[in-house]
């Protein structure tokens, strides 16, 4: 099915349709084609060709009240004939195709000719060979069998290309299989309400039949095409298929068109099902997309993963962007862009890069010149024609050992280790009640500085029960005894609750014996209707009287109205209109209330201002919700005019005032708690009143009483963050957000104002990363503009999940939680691979180089660093980048945007084993064959057999980075490596998994590997010298960071008065974060391999006083400043002139955000 393309898909159901186009009384042609017009071109069509929708039922077999009868073979027909509500997938990448791609890598291309040419060499034998004349750099005959093998060099090369491009491959196809399962899964759990068989029952969106009679209401997105039959005050938002902002208001005689992918912002209703799957309007667009998709493949790789175009069954919004995707993306740019993490990575692995070609360059050119100074000009031999193809298979061998600098200088393993760590963390956040839709949320999580937190549902239980009422005259502290109330009262009461409320809204019996009953449809309703409950009397009986379609007029719950209003029509033809609403704003509008008698009395200004304060406030002050329910009575002639709410919403009489408790959850004080102290600020932003938002703050731990915080409401937050002509400042802004703690009685621009100003504050030391729940259609802008929006799983609308990045699955505050934790954890995983990582690429890089200088051989072969970069790459990425989150991230504060990837403390490590390693790799490679009493491996020449001597130098090296990787699980100093190591199986199995394979390599690698076996004693020595690293690191862990000033750039400046020039400089350096990253990843690579020309520099420098930096940024400042005036991204330009005009040479990149003080 999954492989089926669109065309085949579709040109299917042509053919079955037109076998059966007897057995209904439409074909899905003439559907179709209806559903193309819209508005009164529809309704006329509708009228000339079928009567009415109720015609178009019958010809469907459909009832509009009982639905379908639902039985399978019906169900399974209609499939055939009108098609599934499902759109074929685009076909995955082959496994073949991303072979392909991963071939693309420019180094691996590099390789392949080096590889490709050392191979030809070896199978050419010159003339000359055995010419006395020809020098062959440093004497020493070659042995005939050796000759031989010269081809195992190339073939060797060319196996572990093979080896990275099969393991970049799997990696990718495995992360696209993932994918699709998480996007199928987010479908699976889509499901929408029909009608069928006369019961109203949830289905999943790929179930739903042309035919169906699906129930629609405010938040849904619309899974299907259909005719809209009944309902009131439907609003909805065909932006995404019209580009229309404007809400559409649909009737069955004006506009009865409902089109899929479009979202209900109002009202609700019943719409039969006339299009599905690929013949719906959304469906018709993707196939389209379909077609033309493959040239856009390339485009847009990266949208494609975020918007999902995995098998999507309807997943109508998402699909209706297909077009536009792009588009929405520029628009939400800084959200769906590189995240942070990746945008410092990218441009740390740039930079690293640009650093190993010119190491590697350097290192051929010194090999080449002096092998010809050597030979021609030292040893004065001539050039002789016989010998050049000789003096070629030398060049070719340096070639290759220049590209193996390159390769070992380029962390392949960065990426992959950002995908196992991001696709690890994302399996297991399902299990935490995290569905993450675009993978890098999961990471800005770990930065979040700030969470909005909804009330309802969130922080709450989400149960609504009345607890306290007012009716009567009298304030009841409790459910009221039925026998104390009038029974005019109650009458109205009851009407007033059953009959103004959603008819999809019911209170059903417990599943289980001894559990609370199940509360169905929304929860302020189900409280309402529960209190009825309590009062001993029966809604059912009200309703089925006054079924949905004899409501005259509707005026739907609104996040404006703030109230909702059914109009009924009484015997007597005159009209009665029952309101329930937020208490203050409804009790504006009464001028009666309904006295202990079950009289109507004056209701005036003060008596309302009386109420507020003894009743309202009282009840919002224990943290209960309040609602006002009043009526008013209208005369049958003249009918008032609908259409003018403010006049009809108005007189009312109340009938009561009830408090609804909607109780804390338990784990959310908690959740909170643990959330101040990661360093998170939670505010609570709710629609609620401001003394009932206040007292659930304070028993969630929101706020603490005796501190300073602020709680406003709406309208107040506006006056102070608006000025004089009514237009938002950020200076205003940044005045309130920083104490702000509750905002009540907000409306969704608010909530959305509030998140925008925080993220676009400059006020803070740190950018604000901004985290939103939200459940309501209102939430989907506010959703958007933050950095991680979650969505809430089981009371969220449609709307709002397609707006988030995570969905959280039990509606609970305390997984967010879980959600910081997890994103922390990826940044520290990567973080540990990155310490593991450029240690040994410092390392392997600066043996190969001065290796290569005063030997002029690498000690370390090209295939032997193959294997320390695939294998050491690819392996620690996953057994670091898989290490589970502990507690302990939550203890300290959120790394922000523009905190350095490596810390002071990782760039102490990461020097401090270099130093150990470099230290001893020399060691054994000048005096190491006198400690082992072996012939020296130096100066051998071209196709010699391996040494003992070098081969312990390989092993050595190895053993050090195995037991590094164990010193590399924690980045912050800790003491105590093995902390938690066997939580973490992966990790063990890849360490002993390493180690054993390495064995294997020395004892039996052969020419191949340029090994030779080892004696017991001398594999012990490796192992001891490996172990050493653990000693080293306590030793390097004891040095206080704070001693190191000359880490200087790899941590952050602290502002000082008296500033020395170049330190200005730095400060002016606190710039994008990535452009930072980038000076700190050369900076250290250039301080590696510049240490030898540097020394005496450094040595001035201290003298003189000024800061280490200098003498570098001297050097790499100039090969930086050429590479560099290309990423001078960032829009926000400051003027540097008097900061460029000292003596020092600043990095270009230094125009991204300046530290405010640090700018003179």
């Not at 406030?617 to 009526?631: F, H, K, Q, S, W």
């Amino acid at each position: 099915m999954g492989d089926m393309t669109n065309s085949d898909f579709y040109s299917k159901n042509q053919r079955n349709e037109s076998s059966h186009g007897g057995e209904f009384g439409c074909t899905m042609e003439e559907l179709r084609s209806l559903m193309e017009l819209r508005g009164t071109e529809a309704v006329v069509k509708i009228k000339e060709t079928y009567g009415d929708t109720e015609a178009i039922c019958r010809r469907l077999k459909t009832s509009p009240v009982e639905g379908l009868p639902g039985t399978a073979p019906d169900l399974e027909k209609r499939k055939q004939i009108f098609g599934q509500n499902f759109i074929p997938p685009k076909k995955p990448k082959t496994f073949l195709q991303l072979v392909w791609e991963a071939l693309q890598d420019v180094t691996l291309i590099i390789l392949e000719i080096a590889a490709i040419i050392s191979l030809g060499l070896s199978f050419y034998h010159p003339p000359g060979e055995g010419n006395e004349g020809c020098a062959t750099a440093q004497g020493g005959a070659e042995d005939e069998g050796e000759a031989e093998a010269g081809w195992i060099e190339g073939a060797a090369i060319l196996l572990s290309v093979i080896c990275v491009v099969l393991v970049t491959a799997f990696n990718d196809w495995s992360k696209e299989k993932q994918f699709r399962g998480l996007q199928s899964r987010i479908e699976q759990e889509q499901k929408f309400t029909v009608v069928r068989a006369g019961q109203v029952v949830q289905i999943p969106v790929a179930e739903i039949v042309v035919g169906d009679i699906a129930q629609v209401k405010y938040g849904d997105l619309l899974p299907a095409d259909g005719l809209f039959i009944q309902g009131n005050d439907l609003k909805i938002d065909e932006s995404s298929l019209t580009g229309e902002s404007d809400q559409v208001r649909k009737s069955v005689d004006k506009d009865p068109m409902l089109l899929s992918g479009t979202h209900v912002m109002e009202g609700s209703g019943r719409m039969l099902v006339t299009a599905v799957g690929v013949n719906s309007q959304t469906g018709i667009i993707f196939t389209l997309l379909g077609a033309g998709g493959e040239e856009e493949e390339k485009k847009d790789k990266k949208a494609k993963q975020q918007d999902g175009a995995a098998a999507m069954e309807m997943q109508p919004l998402k699909s209706a962007e297909g077009g536009d995707a792009d588009d929405r993306k520029k628009a939400s740019m800084h959200k769906k862009e590189k995240s942070v993490l990746q945008g410092k990575l990218t441009k740390l692995a740039v930079q690293i890069g640009k650093a190993g070609l010119v190491m590697s360059a350097i290192t051929v050119i010194i090999l080449v010149l002096y092998f010809t100074v050597d030979t021609f000009v030292v040893n004065k031999k001539p050039w002789l024609p016989e010998c050049t193809p000789v003096y070629v298979q030398y060049f070719v061998k340096f070639f290759i050992i220049g590209v193996t600098v390159l390769v070992v200088a380029v962390p392949e393993g960065l990426p992959l280790a950002v995908t196992i760590s991001l696709a690890y963390s994302v399996k297991k956040m399902m299990k935490d009640n995290n569905l993450v839709r675009h993978l890098d949320a999961c990471e800005t999580m770990g930065n979040a500085t700030a969470i909005c937190s909804d009330k309802t549902g969130t922080l709450t239980t989400n149960r609504m029960t009345v607890v306290q009422a007012y009716v009567g005259d009298v304030h009841y502290k409790e459910i009221p005894d039925p026998s104390s109330i009038n029974t005019k009262t109650m009458e109205l009461l009851v009407n007033a609750i059953a009959i103004n409320s959603a008819y999809t809204t019911k209170i059903l019996p417990p599943e289980k014996e001894g559990a609370l009953p199940r509360q169905v449809g929304n929860k302020t309703e189900c409280g309402l209707l529960g209190f009825v409950l309590d009062l001993k009397q029966d809604y059912e009986p009200v309703r089925s009287q006054m079924p949905e379609e004899k409501l005259y007029k509707v005026y739907t719950f609104n996040s404006v109205r703030k109230s909702m209003s059914t109009v009924i029509k009484l015997p007597d033809e005159s009209f009665r209109m029952y309101s329930k609403g937020a208490s203050e704003i409804v009790l504006k509008k009464c001028c009666k209330i309904l006295s202990g008698a079950g009289e109507p009395r004056v209701f005036r200004p003060r008596d309302r201002d009386e109420m507020v304060k003894k009743v309202i406030e009282p009840m919002a002050c224990d943290g209960l919700r309040t609602i006002c329910v009043a009526y008013r009575d209208f005369p049958s002639s003249p009918e008032p005019d609908w259409d003018n709410e403010n006049d009809i919403l108005n007189d009312l009489t109340c009938i009561c005032v009830v408090g609804i408790e909607d109780p804390v959850r338990p784990e959310v004080p908690e959740a909170i708690r643990k959330c101040q102290r990661a360093g998170i600020t939670v505010r609570m932003v709710t629609g609620d009143n401001i003394n009932t938002a206040r007292a659930i703050a304070i028993k969630c731990g929101i706020i603490h009483p005796g501190e300073d915080f602020l709680c406003l409401e709406g309208k107040e937050f506006n006056r102070r963050i608006r000025n004089e002509k009514g237009e938002i400042e950020q200076e205003r802004i940044d005045k309130i957000w920083p104490k702000l703690r509750v905002l009540a009685r907000s409306s969704p621009t608010d909530k959305h104002t509030l998140v925008k100003g925080i993220i676009d504050s400059t006020h803070t030391e740190q950018r604000q990363v901004v985290a939103v729940t939200g459940d309501g259609t209102n939430d989907g802008p506010a959703l958007k503009k933050a950095d991680v929006g979650f969505a809430m799983g089981i009371a969220g609308t449609d709307v709002a999940k397609e707006a988030s990045d995570i969905i959280l699955t039990d509606d609970n505050f305390s997984s967010i939680v879980k959600a910081v934790m997890w994103g922390r954890n990826v940044y520290d995983s990567i973080s540990k691979f990155l310490q593991f990582q450029l240690t040994v690429n410092v390392v392997a890089v600066i043996v190969a180089f001065t290796g290569a200088c005063i030997t002029q051989d690498s000690p370390l072969k090209a295939v032997q660093m193959l294997w320390v970069n695939l294998i050491m790459d690819t392996f620690a990425s996953l057994a670091l980048a898989t290490e589970p989150p502990t507690e302990t991230l939550l203890l300290r504060k959120p790394y922000g945007r523009n905190k350095p990837l490596i810390s002071r403390t990782m760039m102490k490590n990461i020097l401090g084993h270099a130093v150990y390693q470099l230290a001893l790799i020399f060691t054994l490679l000048f005096v190491g064959e006198k400690m082992f009493q072996i012939d020296s491996g130096r100066n051998a020449p071209l196709h010699s057999p391996p040494s003992e001597h070098y081969t312990i130098i390989f092993n050595t090296f190895v053993m050090m980075q195995l037991f590094n990787e164990i010193n590399a699980r924690k980045i912050h100093g800790e003491r105590n490596v093995f902390d938690g190591i066997f939580r973490n199986p992966i990790f063990c199995t890849i360490v002993l998994g390493t180690f054993a394979i390495q064995i294997v390599i020395v004892q039996f690698g052969g020419k191949p590997f340029s090994c030779s076996p080892l004696q017991l004693d001398q594999w012990m020595w490796c192992i001891f010298i490996g172990l050493g690293e653990l000693v080293w690191g306590q030793v390097i862990a004891t040095i206080p960071t704070s001693r190191l000033k000359f880490l200087k750039e790899a941590g952050r400046l602290t502002q000082k008065e008296e500033i020395p020039e170049e330190e200005l400089n730095e400060d002016v350096e606190e710039i994008d974060h990535a452009e930072r990253e980038l000076r700190r990843g050369q900076i250290l690579w250039f301080r590696g391999l510049n240490r030898i020309q540097t020394q005496i520099e450094v040595v001035n420098t201290f003298k003189s006083g000024a800061s280490f930096q200098g003498a570098l940024r001297r050097q790499s400042s100039v090969t930086s400043q050429s590479q560099d005036v290309a990423n001078l991204s960032s829009p926000s330009r400051v003027s540097l002139s008097n900061a460029l005009s000292s003596p020092t040479s600043l990095p270009p990149a230094a125009a991204g955000h300046p530290r405010r003080e640090g700018v003179p």
